[in-house]
């Protein structure tokens, strides 16, 4: 099956100022922006709304907590309207069941968020996964909490694009699939480990490709977005 891949463009300032002049630049190339913890942390929840009244909004807060800590933040954050909120999958089934029936209660049936849930970190390889005392290969690991994720009514996860076969092997086409660690070619990878290009992303299924820095910090953020489309189309 063919998917068509689309990219979500991560914002990561802490100026409001320049999160707006990003978000303007990517309009024309972004299906979604990426808010996360860095904007939120520094410039507070009204400019998170701010800046998403122009684009749908991804809000990466990557909630992890007990259960009923969950649950009522999401319930908090649903006067923002995310079209997708993030969790990690390592909170557990509980957690992410409360963060599902949160969702349920607070949102509109039509404007409910997809609630993804992050499998296994970008920026871990196996030997990070090893020293926090996990044993699984990270493949292994993203297919294991992919799959709690999903049972646990999950819409969709956030892997690296190295696992997106053999999610799709076991969970098949239903889980929205959304990969961040992208680097163009000739980019730099920074601190993510498990990284592949645009269009190996697509290749390999991603329903969404996620890209911070090889646009925002480019001479050209618009003509970088642009261009990562262009190769998303090819
Ligand atoms: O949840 C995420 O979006 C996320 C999960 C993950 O495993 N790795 C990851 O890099 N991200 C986010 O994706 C973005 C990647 O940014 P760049 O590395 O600059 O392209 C950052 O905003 C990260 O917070």
């Not at 684009?55 to 995310?82: C, E, M, Q, W």
């Amino acid at each position: 099956m063919t998917r068509k891949t689309g990219l979500i463009a991560a914002l990561d300032t802490q100026d409001p100022a320049t999160a707006k002049a990003w978000a303007q630049a990517v309009a024309p190339s972004a299906g979604a922006i990426k808010l996360g913890l860095e904007f939120a942390y520094a410039a507070g929840f009204q400019a998170v709304a701010d800046v998403a009244g122009s684009a749908p909004l991804f809000l990466d807060l990557k909630l992890h907590d007990i259960p009923n800590t969950v649950g009522s933040a999401v319930r908090a954050l649903s006067h923002l309207r995310p079209k997708m909120l993030t969790l990690h999958a390592s909170g557990g089934r509980a957690m992410m069941e409360a963060a599902r029936q949160a969702c349920d209660d607070a949102f509109p049936a039509h404007e409910r968020p997809a609630l993804l849930a992050v499998t296994v970190l970008t920026s871990m390889d196996d030997h990070g996964l090893q020293e926090i005392g996990v044993a699984a290969t990270a493949r292994d690991q993203v297919v294991r909490l992919g799959k709690l994720a999903m049972a646990a009514g999950m819409d969709g996860l956030i892997c690296s694009a190295h696992e997106l076969a053999p999610l799709r092997d076991v969970l098949g086409d239903k889980p929205l699939l959304v990969t961040p660690g992208i680097r163009p070619a000739g980019s730099q990878a920074g601190d993510q480990k498990r990284i592949m290009t645009p269009a190996q992303a697509r290749a390999a299924g991603a329903d969404w490709i996620v890209v911070g820095r090889p646009i925002t910090q480019s001479d050209n953020p618009a003509a970088a977005a642009a261009a990562i489309v262009a190769e998303l189309a090819g």
